[in-house]
């Protein structure tokens, strides 16, 4: 079990580099795992990630332009492909085959850049996670954000496991009453690739939000499912029903739920972009539906932002301590235990990487 705060980056995975929005404005930089990363489109639209410094003088290219072949330095010229090659050097006709610059693979689906950090040989297309419902606005209408937050990306997970936290943390808004939080039925497993859970709360007010967006008038089932696929993602699920309308047989009928994404991907080890969209499934022909609950999350998640901040600061005091369990820890714990073989796997492939 991995009980420290701060936990170490997983190299050989995808992350979210980006929302594909991002890239409308041209060349986007960000810092991915201590890496300087320039993402971009080239002249035809598809997308590449650089390592953000030339090899030439080490000038930045997010300072540079978007030309035919690909992307020119805003120093002197030099111009890359998505692949990292030099493809011309103003003034000369040999390109020497160290003139190269750091690239790694990136993968548009789903309106999501894709970035893999590890070996390039292992980026597997087929282990990025189906996320369709960006592409489905008749379903699933949808809005995107980022935050950056100053914490490992690992308490992230955490508190999306641990939804305790919802009574305490986000009292006015999600929130509800803790006692029926922390009484709620959880049935928890681990998975192939993380963990899940599903929370019912039955026979249950709705919380503020809800009551906003499903028009709720009397006490509802609720359910909360949360799956975590390691390292950085969690999908969620949540919604609620009239008590009485059988939430639990199906909880696809017409009624109050939605869809999110959650991908913590690390900046530094004590920072993190949080990538999130919320999609909602009723109401689906009102725009003002989606943006009334964008609305209503933005602020929650700024609570979760600023409680893991304020978490980082303390354990940066001393990062080595170990975090003690609780019993509400028992998903949060199971995600734990999947990092710790994905920590295992990736210094394997690392060390094999390195020979
Ligand atoms: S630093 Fe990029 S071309 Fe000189
Ligand atoms: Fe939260």
Request: hydrophobic share 35%; glycine share 8%.
């Amino acid at each position: 079990m991995t009980r420290e705060a701060i936990q170490p980056f997983i190299r050989n995975a995808w992350y979210i580099a980006a929302w594909s929005e991002e890239l409308d404005d041209g060349l986007l930089a960000r810092t991915i795992m201590n890496e300087p990363i320039v993402l971009y489109r080239d002249a035809d639209g598809t997308p590449g990630g650089l390592e953000d410094r030339c090899c030439h003088r080490g000038a930045p290219l997010t300072h540079g332009t978007i030309v035919e072949a690909g992307l020119e330095c805003g120093y002197h010229g030099l111009t890359f492909d998505t692949k990292g090659n030099c493809v011309r050097i103003p003034g000369q006709k040999n390109i020497p085959p160290q003139a190269r610059v750091r690239s790694y693979p990136v993968v548009e689906r789903d309106q999501i850049l894709w970035i893999w950090m590890g070996d390039p040989a292992r980026a597997d297309e087929t282990l990025i996670i189906d996320y369709p419902y960006h592409d489905q606005p008749g379903e699933w209408p949808h809005r995107k954000a980022m935050f950056p937050i100053k914490a490992n990306y690992m308490l992230m997970i955490d508190n999306l496991m641990d939804l305790t936290h919802l009574g305490y943390v986000h009292r006015q808004t999600i929130g509800g009453n803790p006692g029926q939080h922390v009484a709620a039925d959880m049935d928890t497993r681990q998975t192939d690739h993380g963990a899940y859970f599903i929370r019912w709360m039955l026979d249950h007010d709705p919380p503020p939000t809800y009551r906003k967006g499903g028009k709720f008038e009397g006490k509802v089932d609720r359910w909360q499912e949360f799956e975590y696929v390691g390292p950085s993602i969690v999908l969620q699920w949540s919604g609620a029903l009239d008590v009485g309308r059988g939430a639990q047989e199906d909880r696809n009928k017409t009624g109050f739920h939605l869809r999110l994404l959650h991908g913590a991907t690390p900046e530094t080890e004590t920072s993190f972009h949080y990538f999130w969209s919320t999609a909602n499934g009723y109401r689906q022909d009102d725009p003002q539906a989606t943006q009334e609950m964008y609305d209503e999350i933005y602020p929650t998640f700024i609570e979760d932002k600023e409680i893991m901040e304020a978490q980082q600061a303390r354990v940066n005091l001393d990062p080595e301590r170990a975090l003690v369990g609780i019993h509400a820890d028992s998903a949060l714990s199971l995600a734990r235990l999947s990092l710790a073989k994905l920590i295992e796997e990736d210094r394997n492939m690392m060390a094999v990487a390195a020979e």
